[in-house]
Every structure is written in structure tokens, then in C-alpha cells.
């Protein structure tokens, strides 16, 4: 295992393509990959099966990346941008925010289940892969601190629990919904379970985020 011996390796960085040739090159390399890895997965994909699912040259792939670790990154850093940004139906942020919540939550679920067979590669990646391991602890942080945003929004408000500390809450609450993801889009379909409901797991998911952040809901308001 090469990660093993080079702890500080780090994926190249690449500034994208400048002409709408070389955007459109890239963008049909990373789609060919991202099908390649997840019908053979990481460890049986082979650069070959990149070019020709994106029928390319070698020396066309490596004009745009240096190896199969650095499309993989290119790959998961599409995904990310999905479930980070993965746009949420029409809720005005200052009505209720139980409403608010439970849109985000949708979303999220929504776009996880699109992206779930990365998920999974990334979750095996990452377990054999420093630089791989790096960059699966960045996307986390990246969800805590949009939703540690939130919770500060929601505390200057006066609308959430005002003594949490609104960092270690999203990383819990954050963890929370990313390992129920998990367990339910990919944990369950590999073991051929039946996975708990979805509208049953969104409900209980965004109720315990309420809970936990103590939201109150408008929507019950004189009802």
C-alpha cells in the first residue's frame, strides 16, 4: 500500500481548463470515471476503462490529470459540490424553521441517495488512503461549518438553544444525519435489508435536530 509509506503525499491541484474544449474534455473524463468506479469500484478500475468509457487518448487523460487518484478527487469533489449546494424547494428562511430544517434535510437525503455509491467508495477509500482520509475530513467540515452558520443564525434570533455552542452542536447533529444517510442508502441496500421508511426516516431525523437545537414551530402556532 503506497499511502502507508507516503503520509505526506497530497493530490495535485489542478487549475481548470481555460477554453470550452478543455472544459468539455475534463467534464466527459470525470463522468467516465465517476461510471467506472462505481460499477467496478476503486481498487478493479483501471485507467483504460477511463479512456475508453470516455473515448480518449492516454495522452488526452493525462493532459487533464496524473493519475487514477487525482480523477477520483475530481469525482468526489463533484459529489461534494452536489450535497453541499444540492438546493432545497422554495422556504422562506425566516418562516418556520422546522419547515426550514426539514427542507434542508430532504435535499440532503436526496442528493446522498444520488451520490450513494460514491459515498461508499469514498467511505472504503479512506480507510486505506491518508490523502483519501483528508479530504473525506474537509467534506466534513464543510457541511459543520455551513450548518454551524445556520445554528448561529437561528441563536441570534432568539429562535435556538442560546447555551449551545453552535460548532460542537452541528458536527454532532451534522454526524447524525450523514451516518443515518449512510446506514440507509448504503449500508441497507448492500446487506439486501429492507431500509426504514423514507418519509419515516426524514420526519424522525429533522425532529430530532429540533429537538436537540429546541426550534420552536410556528406552523403549530394558534392552531
Not at 493530490?11 to 467534464?27: A, F, I, M, V, W
Not at 490529470?65 to 422554495?90: C, N, Y
Not at 424553521?97 to 436526496?110: D, G, H, I, K, Q
Not at 455552542?165 to 446487506?191: E, G, K, Q, T, Y
Request: contains cysteine.
Amino acid at each position: 500500500m503506497p499511502a502507508a509509506t507516503e503520509p505526506d503525499r497530497e493530490l495535485p491541484n489542478r487549475e481548470l481548463p481555460t477554453t470550452p474544449r478543455g472544459l468539455r474534455t475534463r467534464s466527459s473524463l470525470v463522468a467516465a470515471a465517476r461510471r467506472v468506479f462505481e460499477d467496478s469500484g476503486y481498487l478493479d478500475s483501471r485507467l483504460i476503462d477511463i479512456t475508453r468509457t470516455a473515448r480518449c487518448s492516454a495522452g488526452t487523460f493525462y493532459t487533464y490529470f496524473t493519475s487514477k487518484e487525482e480523477i477520483l478527487a475530481a469525482v468526489l469533489e463533484q459529489a461534494r459540490d452536489d450535497m453541499l449546494h444540492p438546493g432545497t424547494e422554495r422556504v422562506d428562511p425566516h418562516d418556520d424553521p422546522v419547515a426550514v430544517v426539514a427542507a434542508s434535510n430532504r435535499a440532503y437525503f436526496e442528493a446522498y441517495q444520488r451520490n450513494a455509491k460514491l459515498m461508499a467508495l469514498l467511505e472504503q477509500v479512506s480507510n486505506i488512503d491518508p490523502e483519501f482520509r483528508r479530504l473525506r475530513r474537509e467534506r466534513a467540515d464543510a457541511f459543520v461549518r455551513r450548518n454551524a452558520r445556520s445554528i448561529e443564525s437561528l441563536q441570534s434570533r432568539g429562535l435556538a438553544d442560546p447555551e449551545l455552542d453552535p460548532v460542537l452542536a452541528s458536527r454532532a447533529l451534522s454526524s447524525m444525519i450523514s451516518r443515518l444517510a449512510f446506514n440507509h442508502f448504503v449500508v441497507d441496500a448492500a446487506d439486501d435489508r429492507a431500509p426504514a421508511e423514507y418519509e419515516s426516516l426524514l420526519a424522525t431525523a429533522t425532529r430530532l435536530w429540533v429537538n436537540a437545537l429546541r426550534l420552536p414551530n410556528t406552523s403549530e402556532k394558534g392552531g
